[in-house]
């Protein structure tokens, strides 16, 4: 498509239990990027994939936080165990190649976390 | 560690005239720097960007400038209209990754 698409747009869950978010990126794209906008203005980078491989995953709270991008599939981001503190805003991002190539987001996925 | 910063939280400016929205960095690696403007419930939306082996980028209204030596960025917007408000991020990349460093943003309110 034309434009990143991120389901759902809204995602309650209870303290302990698992959150999938999911992102298809515009067509054409390689990469696809995932940030965390906990604080109403802070971005937190957490893991880029180049196609199908982990490009970057420095951001990553490994012990909870997984993510995919598999081929012909939307790439997904799992938090398994939620915890209060991963209530934030989820967007991703995708470039269609390159460093320096410009990141385009997504609407976002509202995490909230009872 | 804030490596990007934008000190100014909040800017108001009366509609027609420029707004000037300001950016420094710390991080000599950074060579890649973009503006993005959000709305709130939406992502950000990309407006311009600049590469360290420029100093002037323009768009239309926008217009970016590098200062390298101050490690400093602006973005000029003129003439300001009432749908120009909203947050702006600066961000920037650099090395060997390529992750977008955002700032606190500004929040713009044009004043018709």
């Known amino acids: 498509g034309e434009e990143v698409a991120q389901t759902p747009k809204h995602l309650v869950r209870g303290e302990g239990q698992k959150a999938k978010l999911y992102c298809a990126p515009i067509k054409g794209h390689s990469y696809v990027f995932w940030y965390q906008q906990v604080l109403k203005n802070e971005f937190k980078f957490l893991i880029s994939f180049q196609n199908e491989n982990v490009f970057d995953e420095t951001g990553m709270p490994k012990e909870r936080f997984s993510a995919k991008c598999l081929p012909n599939s939307p790439c997904s981001l799992e938090i398994q165990a939620t915890k209060l503190e991963d209530s934030a805003v989820y967007f991703c991002?995708?470039?269609?190649?390159?460093?320096?190539?410009?990141?385009?987001f997504g609407p976002g996925t509202r995490l909230t976390v009872l | 560690d804030q490596q990007v910063k934008q000190n100014s939280p909040s800017l108001s400016v009366q509609e027609g005239r420029i707004s000037i929205l300001n950016c420094d960095y710390t991080n000599s690696m950074f060579d890649y720097f973009l503006w993005y403007k959000k709305y709130p419930a939406e992502g950000p939306t990309f407006l311009i960007s600049?590469?360290?082996?420029?100093d002037k980028n323009e768009d239309g209204r926008f217009t970016v400038f590098l200062n390298k030596s101050a490690k400093h960025l602006s973005l000029h917007i003129v003439p300001s209209q009432p749908g120009d408000s909203a947050v702006y991020f600066c961000?920037?990349?650099?090395?060997?990754?390529?992750?977008?460093?955002f700032g606190t943003g500004t929040l713009l309110a044009v004043q018709p």
């Open positions: 961000a920037a990349t650099g090395g060997a990754t390529n992750k977008l460093i």
């Open positions: 600049i590469s360290s082996i420029k």
């Open positions: 991002a995708s470039s269609q190649s390159g460093r320096t190539d410009t990141q385009y």
